[in-house]
């Protein structure tokens, strides 16, 4: 489907032609004539869906046939971190260029200056509130922010704030909020923390479920049957021979990242930690030498990789398997970006040959195996990793280029 088939405003298909954009995703044609309703719509869709797009483009709509009160706050925008915040903040530029409403990024940060931009985008009424749920709380503690204007309440990755422990949080934004309100949920899963907090926040909500896209063919992916000592070593022989720089080291847990940044850094490899335990300063210089080449291997938890937006990574390794199909996809994403080639390559111990296995059925096919170099002692007996059940190999997909708008947009 053509964005232009959609009943969206023409100052934001203009936006939209000016950045290229023409067709829409399943995600963006099956939710956004639901939210032009005005319906409550929870949809499970990862990272990578255009899932962002997905709830923007019909609230600037919305926002332009409605009746609202301009110096209010109108609708509220909650994201687990400040990364996912800031990009959608990025967006919501670029796809409310045209159109004459004020946003306010709200997140956490050591600039004072920031937190007073942010105090006083609140108490003037800015048209949307981009947030984490921590930051805005901070500001309603210290001051009284006047939410009786607020129509529209989104939360994107829901699960992740549920998982990082924003549930109650969440609740006292929303006992703030309008009872008579258009709310909106994105979550990569459905667990049922999620359903029982849309049953308490939202009205009989319509459900879009986009099913788990498969990792493109231009990621090569491979795994490496080992066991756990057998993990470090083969890592510092791989970074060592290939001289790669940024690279992403993925670990489940935040005290494993701490552990294997000192390792790594004991064998003279250029590698620094990113996760929540970090303070935002921290986090952003860490970000930035990244991006910068200035680090070659960024060992990372999940939640914090979710902001982790770099075109240019060659290589992403899982130290420890995922635990569901959407976090591997999710992790190996981050490589093979902006039409580039990648690589992947998962360890997997024989305590994790179960998750392996769940993981190699939902791909379709049985993943390259690679061999452990004889220095780092004998494998694994290979009767410990079962093979997926009917798993076969899918043939390279083609590209489709999709065609530009059928009627010509007005240029500015």
């Not at 009160?69 to 687990?80: E, F, G, H, T, Y």
């Not at 494993?256 to 620094?272: D, F």
């Not at 130290?319 to 390559?345: Q, S």
């Amino acid at each position: 489907m053509y964005f232009d088939e959609l009943p969206l405003s023409d100052e934001v298909l203009d936006a939209l032609w000016d950045m290229h954009f023409d067709t829409c995703t399943p995600v963006q044609e099956q939710t956004i004539p639901i939210i032009l309703e005005g319906r409550d719509v929870i949809s499970c869709a990862q990272t990578g869906t255009g899932k962002t797009a997905a709830y923007i483009l019909p609230l600037l709509t919305n926002l332009q046939y409605d009746h609202h009160d301009p110096n209010k706050l109108n609708a509220i925008i909650m994201a687990p971190t400040r990364e996912l915040a800031q990009q959608i903040d990025q967006q919501m530029e670029g796809f409310g260029y045209y159109v004459p409403f004020s946003s306010v990024p709200v997140y956490g940060g050591n600039d004072s200056r920031n937190f007073s931009t942010q105090a006083n985008g609140l108490k003037t009424g800015a048209d949307i509130v981009i947030a984490t749920p921590g930051r805005l709380l901070s500001h309603m503690n210290i001051m009284d922010i006047d939410f009786s204007g607020v129509k529209y309440f989104i939360l994107d990755e829901a699960d992740r704030m549920l998982d990082m422990g924003f549930y109650d949080d969440i609740m006292k934004i929303v006992d703030c909020l309008p009872a008579d309100r258009q709310t909106i949920m994105f979550s990569a899963t459905m667990p049922d923390n999620i359903r029982r907090l849309a049953k308490r926040i939202m009205t009989n909500p319509a459900e879009v479920k986009i099913a788990i896209a498969r990792p493109p063919e231009t990621i090569a992916q491979r795994v490496l049957c080992c066991y756990e000592a057998q993990k470090i070593p083969f890592i510092i022989d791989r970074l060592r021979e290939a001289h790669l720089r940024k690279v992403i080291l993925f670990a489940g847990k935040k005290q494993r990242v701490k552990e294997l940044t000192i390792l790594l850094s004991r064998q003279g490899l250029n590698a620094r930690a990113m996760h929540s335990d970090l303070e935002q300063k921290q986090r952003d210089e860490v970000m930035l030498d990244f991006r910068n080449g200035k680090i070659d291997v960024l060992v990372a938890t999940d939640i914090v990789a979710r902001g982790i937006d770099v075109d240019d990574i060659p290589l992403v390794i899982n130290f420890d398997v995922p635990r569901d199909a959407e976090d591997y996809v999710h992790r190996i994403g981050r490589t093979a970006r902006a039409e580039n080639l990648g690589e992947a390559i998962t360890l997997v111990s024989p305590d994790d040959a179960r998750y392996w296995s769940k993981i190699e059925r939902f791909l379709q096919r049985d993943i390259q195996r690679l061999t452990l170099p004889s220095a780092l002692g004998d494998a694994p007996d290979n009767s410990l990793y079962s093979q997926p059940a009917g798993g076969h190999r899918r043939s390279a997909s083609t590209r489709k280029h999709s065609a530009p708008f059928r009627r010509q947009r007005r240029r500015h």
